[in-house]
């Protein structure tokens, strides 16, 4: 129990155990709960006769006695097991003064730790593995240039979608893919002249997108240019590559 005392004269009052009140003067004194209730005999606590003196002290009108409803705690007197379950709210922490000396092992989990909180700077050296990657979620800007090397193909990953124009070629061979458009209404359409495909051969051609007409023949020109003559006018552009070979 605290107990506020107020000393109302116009004297200086002590009220034992050393304390004194100035004129006017407020103090603060502790009591135990036990004393300030009767339920220490007399003599049997070293506060009963400085309480005992408060009490004559009031009941004289010198002194005025409130109590603030608590005990007063002493530094230091407050240890773990005085402290209830759940007594100690966030309103009671100051602030940063939970550091990592208090923090358990393992019990930071996903939900108390804040969206976009983990930088790169707090991921450990090799710390991202591959049960952290999601499915699909390493893409092209993520590879860097020449990485990806001949231990990273799986067998049959590169298929002739992944091969790019003339990037196949035997010692002392060229082939060459070569666009033709025959126009919407013409007949015949030609790429420019090549003369390093002058002597080639046609291995064959493909359609690249519309094709509305039968090809009559495919015929690759002295100046390396490649002419393909349809059966009949096109209704839309008839777009063709052309593959050649020629021996060097």
Known sequence: MLLTIKNVTHNEVTIGGGVSIPAGGTVSVGM??????????????????????????????IISVSTSG???LADGS????????????????A?????NAQIANT?????????????????????????????ASIGTAELKDANVTSGKLASGAVTAAAVAANAIV????????????????????SSSADSTLVGAT??????????????????LNADGSITITLLAAATADNVFNVVC????
């Open 245 to 248: 070979v020629k021996a060097s």
């Open 70 to 72: 608590g005990e007063a």
């Open 170 to 189: 035997a010692p002392g061979i060229k082939m060459a893919s070569v666009a033709v458009t025959v126009a919407a209404s013409a007949t015949t359409g």
């Open 107 to 135: 019990t930071i989990g996903t939900g108390q730790i804040a969206d976009g909180a983990v930088t790169t700077a707090k991921i450990a050296a090799n710390a991202v593995t591959e049960a952290q990657m999601a499915a």
């Open 32 to 61: 135990s709960d036990e004393v300030y209730n009767g339920e220490v005999a007399a003599h049997q606590d070293k506060q009963w006769s400085v309480y005992q003196t408060i009490l004559a002290l009031e009941n004289a009108g």
């Open 95 to 99: 602030a940063n003064a939970v550091t």
């Open 202 to 219: 046609i291995l064959g051609f493909y359609p690249t997108t519309n094709q509305d007409q039968r090809v009559k023949s495919v015929v």
């Open 78 to 93: 407050v240890t773990t097991t005085k402290i209830a379950a759940n007594a100690v709210t966030t309103a009671k922490i």
